[in-house]
Each structure stands twice: as structure tokens, then as C-alpha cells.
């Protein structure tokens, strides 16, 4: 009785110890979050920073879990991630986005595994899982960047993208990594043909999940049960593909898209949909704030300083490596698509930004692997020296590069149409609840008027505005420019509805066919202008 009494007070002393860490942790990324607005440095660079000093204030000693990041976090980030993300957009930025994520982490992880192989004589193997592991770009670093400083929407795309298939990338090259290490060999043939069974299969579990939890979000306007389905999703697209062998990172990313973009065309009313997409944002919020304490909590500054040669030399390399994967193939995008910009491949390259999974995975490196601890100790400092340097000189180089050029008359614009927007979309809702018999239809009447009010004033400004001659308005370029996206979206919606009456064959495949060429033709004709 005595030893079961001790057992239960040591569990209750270990909760309640653990209780007052996490209090401490609350406290803590509340007074970074103010002193980092106060200092104007980036949120997440703050909290490493601050793990750093309060590691000996902590009642016990706390770290990051590597099985606890990639199956729980990781799910979490890249599900919020997803269901954020519009397809629309992902795809005007598709063919950057997979040089990047696919033939850029291979050059990356390549590059870095060669300088480290013969600068620091680390075995093939070793210097390949390094090399993987520092190819990957934490890319909540560089939003919570983006937040503080104006970045033009299809830039964040582009990195937003990157990251979603970044990850999936580089996890299936690790894992093929360690195949090879446990194993002894893995051919050329076989190492692709892997690559793509995992990433195909990826994509096909979370298709298939992410439809079926549309279908289900469908039948429930319950926002906390549409909450828990959700969770479900995240959790149980990665937890089924890891078990199936297959990418788990794909899967709960397609899953995401899947949920997040086929959902608003359902019966889902506005309110259910504002508050699962708020719940993952905080749910997002407060994983990113665990684990970036935990990350300056967990490095060690003795060790880092002992190695620091070695960290230093890390950091060239993966540069190096990311230089490389850049601006090479990013000079080929513009032979097939629209050109970047050379000053958003300098954002590209030097936010590149380490984070929470690279020392997830170094921390999953095997026990036999030799020099195990040296390795997690040079991934640690990598990390440390990112977050910090770069995470704080990350917004003055955007600052520097003038990415954005935002007139007066462009504000006005975007605040009439801020109007448009708004006032329509509380037209669709009032639409929803008079089909449904919440609201009565002298109710509805009444209030649809006032909105079409707001409706017909921006409007008419608008229309008046777009009205003017050309020669008579100094924003005249941005203008034109504008319209010419307009007509670009138009003609795609076009082109859209012809393939939907296609599908359902309300039409022929040669009346089709024959609008479609047309379209195409007005497309490349807007291009060329």
C-alpha cells in the first residue's frame, strides 16, 4: 500500500509540475509576442530566443519529442496549412512551386551532403540525412515574416506551396536514406519507383479521405462537430498512409486542399465555416508557439559553441545548396511561364529559414548511426543560427528590395471592392437563410436592399473610375493592368462552365471544343499585350 501511495504522489507531483510548465510556457509567448510587435522582430524568433533563457527557470526538464512533432504537430501545421490554401492560386504557381519541392531538394540535400562529406569527413550516408534534413524550409518562419512586411500574394503562394510539397519531399528522401543504411543497397530504378509508389499513394489516400470528409462536413452544419471531423481527417489521412507505407505529408496535404476548397461549394452556412477555419488557425498558432519555445529550449548553448566551426560550415553549405536550386531553375520556369522576378528569387533563396522538423528528424536519426549526437548537435546550432540570423534579417532585406509599389489610387480600388466583396457575400447568406426558413421575407427584403445600396454605390465609383480615358489618369498602366486580369479570370470562369457542361454532357464535345480554342485564343492575346 505504502509503494502504490508513492506511485500515486509521483504522478500527481510530475502533473502538477507539469501544469506550472505549461503555465510558465502561456506566460512566456505572451510577453514575446509583445516585446517582439515592441521590437519589431519576427514572433517565432522571439520564442526561440526566449527558450534559450528560461531553460533553468523550468521546474523540470522539457524537449522536443521527435514521435510527438511528426505525428501529431506536423499533421496539424500541414493540414491549417492546406485547408488556408486556395487551389485556384496553387495552380497559376504549379510549375515553380514543383521545381522547387522536387528537383530543388534534391540538388539542395545533394549540395549540402557533398560540402559536409569532405569538409567535415562525415560518412556518405550521414552527410546525405544531414543533407536532407537541412534541404527543408520552415516556412511558418518566413509567413510570420511576410506579416510584418507587404509581399505580393503570388510570391506567398509560391512559398506557401513550396512548403506544402517541401516537406513530403524531403521525408520521403529520408526515409530512403535510412532504407538504404538499413539494408545496404537500393538501385537507381528502385529508389525512383519508390519515390513515386509512396508520393502517388499519398495523393491517392488523401483524395480519397478528403472527399469522404467533404461528403460528411456536407450533412452537418454543427461547427464543433465539422471541428472534430477535421481533426479526423488531419490525424487519420497520416496515421493510415504511414501505415500503408506511403507519404504521410502528401496525403494530409492533398486531404487539406481537398477539404478546404470543395467545402464552400456546399451547403455550409457562413458562420460554421468561419469557425472550424478559426479554430485551425489557433490550433496552428499554438503548435507553432510550443514548438519554436522547445526548440530554443532544447539547444544546448555549450554545445553549440563547441561545434561552432562545424555550424558554421553547415549553414554554408546548405546556402550553398539552396543557391543552387534557385536561381538555376527558376531561369528555366520563364521558358514555359510567367518570369519571377530576380528580387523575389533573392526572398526565395534567403528565406530559407530552418525550423521545428529538421530537428524532428534529427532527433528520429537511428541510435546506431554513428556520431549520432554530433549530427543532432550540427542540425541544433543550423537551426539556432537560422531562426535568429535570418529570421531577423529576413524583413529588412524584403524592406530593402521594395517588392511592392502600392499607389493611393490601387488603395481606393482594393477598399471599393473590399465593399463589393463584403456586401455580396452577406447577400449569398441572407439567399441561404431565406431557403431555409430562418429569416422571413419582409426580413430578407429590408435587408438585401441595404446591401445593394453599398452594392450599386461601389459599383457605379468603380465603373466610373474604369470609364475614364487613359491619357487622363496618371495610374493608367496599373488600370489597364487590372482590367486585363479581370478579363483573365472572366475568360477562365468561361472556360470553366464549358468543361463543367462538358462533364455533364449538357453539350457536344465539337461545340466545346471549338468555344474553348476561342477562349484560349482571347487568353494569348491578353498575354501579349
Sequence with gaps: MTSLLAVVGGEQSNAAQLVTVLIILLLVATGVALVSRWLRIPYVTGLVVAGLLITELLPRRIGLDSALILNLFLPILLFEAAINTDISRLRSTIKPVTLLAGPGVIIASGVTAAILKFGLGLPWISALLIGVILAITDTVSVIAVFKEVTVPPRLITIVEGESLFNDGMALVLFSLILKVNATGSLTVAEGIQELLVVILGGGIIGLAIGYLGVGLYARSDDSLSNILLTVAIALGTFQLSQFLGMSGVVAVVVAGLVVGNLERSQTVSASSRITVLSFWEYAGFGVNTFIFLLIGIEINLETLLRTLPAVLLAVLAYQVGRF???????????????????????????????????MALALSLPAALPDREALIALVFGSVLLSLVGQGVSLPWLINRLELVHTSESQQWIESLQSQLIT????QDELDTLLKTGVLPKAVYEEMRASYQVRIAAAERTLRDFYNRRPDKLTAASGRIARLDAIRRRLLLAEKDALNEALRKRVLSEDVVRSRVQAIDQQLLNLEDD
Design 423 to 426: 456586401a455580396k457575400a452577406a
Design 324 to 358: 543552387l536550386s534557385v536561381y538555376p531553375l527558376l531561369a528555366i520556369v520563364k521558358r514555359f511561364d510567367r518570369n519571377l522576378p530576380l528580387r523575389w528569387q533573392h526572398v526565395l533563396f534567403l528565406g530559407n529559414i530552418k525550423g521545428s522538423l529538421s
